[in-house]
């Protein structure tokens, strides 16, 4: 099948098999696996131009509110997380959108600055894990995982894990319990932080909610499986944002492709809904310490790609 807009040619079955794949690894550590389906579009299926950004965050947006709605319903949405996570990346995805479209839109410049921030976002989660300290955050996951493994059956009897439960939110702090540990974070520091992600977001076109987990995890200590749905929340909201952005700029650039290949974006969203409901739900049977050494080694394998790509 071909797609005119991105000019690419491929089984129609194809994308959305490997959106599946990915997402369901992915989107149990709150990203929404279009970091990697990036890669794939720009190395496999030779898109390249800058409209393959908007494509995915078309992608996000069909994709994440399965994911999404299967953490409100489990009780691990942290809304306070969600709301700062939205209020930071929005604007930094439109200043990183306008980035990729006028300072970025060479191919090759735009591989080596993700290979960049990929390898130290890998390198950083790696470190994280290799700790041997246990502090609050590996407490909480652990006690998560044994009543998991204890209540395998809860659902049978009728009964209900534990839910995260929101202590305070202000202008000066965030402060949630989860399974008896506490986590109290600078609301301005967390808005910060996802100002600076947005704005990387939004240069390699994949929401800015996508590169927020990892740091929560690494850099305010949150256990992996409360920041999950927040992350992915936020990456929906500014993806939707993205998408319209690159649509209505798309008459001003005449000679370039901008506006996002619908078609094609649609049909990776269909298999990322299918892998991100499953994921979410499967997420509480994984272990935490799994769930972040696979996203370590995704991030810094892709980022290897790109640098080896690039030279």
């Known amino acids: 099948m071909?797609?005119?807009?991105?000019?690419?040619?491929?089984?129609?079955?194809?994308?959305?098999?490997?959106?599946?794949?990915?997402?369901?690894?992915?989107?149990?550590?709150?990203?929404?696996?279009?970091?990697?389906?990036?890669?794939?579009?720009?190395?496999?299926?030779?898109y390249t131009s800058p409209s393959v950004s908007g494509t995915n965050q078309l992608f996000n947006i069909v994709a994440i509110p399965s994911g999404v709605l299967r953490y409100i319903r489990e009780g691990r949405m942290v809304w306070p997380l969600a709301i700062i996570v939205t209020a930071g990346?929005?604007?930094?995805?439109?200043?990183?959108?306008?980035?990729?479209?006028?300072?970025?839109?060479?191919?090759?410049a735009f591989k080596l600055f993700a290979a960049a921030v990929l390898l130290w976002i890998g390198v950083k989660l790696a470190f994280s894990i290799l700790k041997?300290?246990?502090?609050?955050?590996?407490?909480?996951?652990?006690?998560?995982?044994?009543?998991?493994?204890?209540?395998?059956?809860a659902k049978i009897n009728g009964e209900k894990l534990p839910?995260?439960?929101?202590?305070?939110?202000?202008?000066?702090?965030?402060?949630?319990?989860?399974?008896?540990e506490v986590?109290?974070?600078?609301?301005?520091?967390?808005?910060?932080?996802?100002?600076?992600?947005?704005?990387?977001?939004?240069?390699?076109?994949?929401?800015?909610?996508?590169?927020?987990?990892?740091?929560?995890?690494?850099?305010?200590?949150l256990p992996i499986y409360t920041v999950a749905g927040a992350a992915l929340m936020g990456t929906f909201v500014t993806s939707v944002a993205g998408v319209?952005?690159?649509?209505?700029?798309?008459?001003?650039?005449?000679?370039?492709?901008?506006?996002?290949?619908?078609?094609?974006?649609?049909?990776?969203?269909l298999g990322g809904m299918a892998g991100m409901y499953l994921g979410a739900r499967c997420q509480k049977f994984f272990p935490a310490k799994y769930i972040k050494w696979m996203l370590t080694l995704i991030i810094i394998f892709t980022a290897g790609k790109y640098i080896s790509e690039f030279f």
């Not at 959305?16 to 709150?30: D, R, Y």
């Not at 520091?189 to 927020?212: H, R």
């Not at 001003?252 to 974006?265: F, H, N, Q, R």
Request: net charge neutral.
């Open 244 to 269: 319209i952005f690159y649509q209505v700029i798309a008459p001003y650039y005449p000679s370039m492709s901008i506006a996002p290949d619908w078609t094609l974006g649609i049909l990776f969203g």
């Open 183 to 221: 986590y109290d974070c600078s609301t301005l520091g967390l808005l910060s932080l996802s100002l600076i992600v947005g704005v990387v977001g939004g240069i390699y076109g994949i929401g800015g909610g996508s590169f927020i987990a990892p740091f929560f995890v690494t850099l305010f200590g």
């Open 132 to 153: 041997k300290e246990s502090g609050g955050s590996k407490a909480a996951e652990e006690k998560f995982q044994q009543m998991v493994k204890e209540r395998t059956n």
């Open 89 to 108: 990346t929005l604007p930094g995805v439109l200043v990183g959108a306008i980035v990729r479209v006028r300072w970025l839109p060479d191919p090759a």
């Open 163 to 180: 839910t995260v439960k929101v202590l305070k939110f202000s202008v000066s702090r965030i402060s949630y319990e989860f399974y008896g």
């Open 2 to 46: 071909y797609f005119p807009v991105s000019g690419v040619e491929v089984n129609p079955l194809i994308p959305p098999l490997v959106a599946f794949v990915v997402s369901f690894f992915t989107s149990m550590g709150g990203v929404s696996g279009a970091f990697l389906l990036m890669p794939f579009q720009m190395s496999f299926l030779g």
